[in-house]
């Protein structure tokens, strides 16, 4: 995929970004990433989902999303190698965020299957297992569901046919059961640990549950929605998620999950308990395994 124009960049800190306008460094370290990932004998794309899919993609604080599709398994040999290049891409990430992705087999995105399998996955707090040389996860994965769904319908293709050529109707239950996934680590202690992502998610799993048959929103969506439609007690700590994850003040990694904010825990766990009490089918979330 061609970079995109430099002169039609804003490069306003803290804005929005999207694909089509994201900076030049991250769009160079996505692309070589690409070129790495079709070096695999039976790579047939790499889809961009997530932030910097739908817009919502800040710079101090968001990750890099892809699903890559192959028509054959990985090798032990390819999983290594694999393994090394992307750990070595991660370390010279121009971010402080890093990149998530999932390589899976055609025939599961095409024929979709919960919870998929995949065949390689990376994601930031595997970074030290595999460079210790040592395997990285295996088996299936239960938020699949939620990747395919959103890269089907506002991913983009950074290589290879479009989404809807490769990516299979996820059907709703298994997407729901994704986002419950995600909603039961919150809700766990999860909005304490990761407070702004914690309260964002919470929001972006209500207008799922409560008000959204439609394509899967942001967390930016999600938050907007949510400063309308919940609670009044909740919108204070909704806006300082939301104020904190598009800040433009560049933070350490050891930040990250606060924005270096002060977090009061009473109205993180009083939203915890709101959401537990009130979305469909959260009342009562058995621990994530």
């Known amino acids: 995929m061609p970079l995109p124009s430099r002169e039609s960049i804003d490069h306003t800190p803290g804005r929005s970004q999207q694909w089509a306008n994201v900076d ?22 790499v889809y961009l989902h997530g932030s ?19 028509d054959s398994p990985l090798t032990d040999d390819d999983r290594s190698a ?5 750990v070595g891409l991660f370390d010279r990430r121009p971010i402080v965020g890093g990149v998530e992705l999932s390589v899976m087999r055609r025939e599961v995105a095409e024929a979709f299957r919960h919870p998929a399998p995949y065949e390689f996955h990376f994601g930031e707090e595997w970074a030290d297992t595999l460079r210790r040389g040592e395997p990285g996860p295996h088996g299936t994965d239960p938020d699949l569901a939620a990747h395919c769904t959103v890269v ?4 983009l293709a950074l290589s290879g046919p479009a989404p809807t050529e490769i990516f299979g109707e996820v059907p709703r239950s298994a997407y729901l059961d994704a986002v419950l996934d995600d909603l039961r680590w919150i809700l766990d202690g999860g909005i304490v640990e990761s407070p702004f992502y914690g309260v964002l998610n919470i929001c ?6 409560l008000d959204n048959p439609g394509p899967p929103p ?12 919940l609670p009044a007690e909740h919108r204070t700590v909704i806006a300082d ?19 270096g904010h002060r977090w009061d825990e009473q109205p993180l766990l009083a939203l ?5 009490t009130t979305l469909p089918t959260a009342t009562n979330l058995p621990p994530r395994s």
Not at 35 to 42: C, V
């Open 204 to 209: 972006r799993s209500a207008l799922v549950l």
């Open 82 to 86: 694999l393994a090394t290049d992307i």
């Open 52 to 70: 910097l899919a739908m817009g919502g993609f800040y710079r101090p604080k968001s990750d890099l999303d892809l699903l890559v599709v192959t």
């Open 24 to 45: 030049a460094d991250i769009s160079d370290w996505t692309s070589d990433i690409v070129e790495r990932l079709g070096q695999l004998d039976s790579t047939v794309g």
């Open 218 to 229: 942001s967390k930016d969506e999600g938050a907007q929605w949510a400063l309308e439609q």
């Open 152 to 155: 089907r319908s506002r991913g």
């Open 241 to 259: 998620a939301l104020s904190c994850y598009r800040s433009a003040a560049q933070i350490n990694p050891a930040h990250r999950r606060h924005h």
């Open 272 to 276: 915890a308990d709101w959401a537990r």
